[in-house]
C-alpha cells in the first residue's frame, strides 16, 4: 500500500526522473501534487506496471493532480553536464511548471541538489512508497516513451519501439552494426571497442 504522504500539513510534491540509465534520448522528469486522498487502485512505482496500465493511469493523474509538471534534459545536454546533473535540472524544470508552489519536495532515490528554498526527502525506492512519487515515475516515464516512439520512426534500426533507447542486447546489436546517430549520448562510451 501506498503511503499518500509524508507530512499531512504540508504540500507535497512527489518527483521522479526517466531515461537515466538510457543509451538514448532525454531524460525526463515529473513533479506531480497529488490532493491528499487520492487513491486509484492501479497507482504503483511505473517499473511494476505494464505499458498499457501506465497509459491508462497517464490521464487520471495530469486531471486529478492539483499540480503537475513535466520537463526533458537533452542527450546533448546530459554529454554536456552529465546524466547526474542533467536528471537534477529535469527535476527542477518541472518544478518550475507547478501552479502551486509545493512546501516539500518528496524526491526517487538517495541525492538531490536543493532547489531554491523548498525542503526535500530522498527516499529510496520512494515511487513504491508514496502516491505523488509514483505518479510523477508514470508521468516522466510515459512522456519519454511517447518521444521515443516519435524518434523511432527516424532511426527504426535501433527498436526504440521496444528498448525506449535502453542498452539492451538488440539495441547493443544495431549500435556494433550501425554505429550512433545523433541521438546517442556520446559520453556513455557506447560505442563497442575495435577489436
Known sequence: MLENYFDEHLTEAGLDEAGRGCYAGPVYAAAVILPKDFHHPL?????????????????????????????AVSHDEIDLINILQAS???MHLSIDQLQIKPELLLIDGN?????????????????????????????AKTYRDE????IHQQHPQYRWDKNKGYGTADHR???ASFGICDYHRKSFNIIPAQG
Open 111 to 139: 541525492r538531490f541538489k536543493p532547489y531554491r528554498q523548498i525542503a526535500h526527502r530522498c527516499i529510496i525506492k520512494g515511487d513504491g512508497k508514496y502516491t505523488s512519487i509514483a505518479a510523477a515515475s508514470i508521468l
Open 43 to 71: 497507482l504503483n512505482d511505473s517499473k511494476k506496471l505494464s505499458e498499457k496500465q501506465r497509459d491508462q493511469l497517464r490521464p487520471v493523474i495530469e486531471k486529478e493532480s492539483i499540480a503537475f509538471g513535466v520537463a
Open 147 to 150: 518521444f521515443m516512439m516519435k
Open 88 to 90: 537534477y535540472k529535469a
Open 173 to 175: 546489436k544495431a549500435i
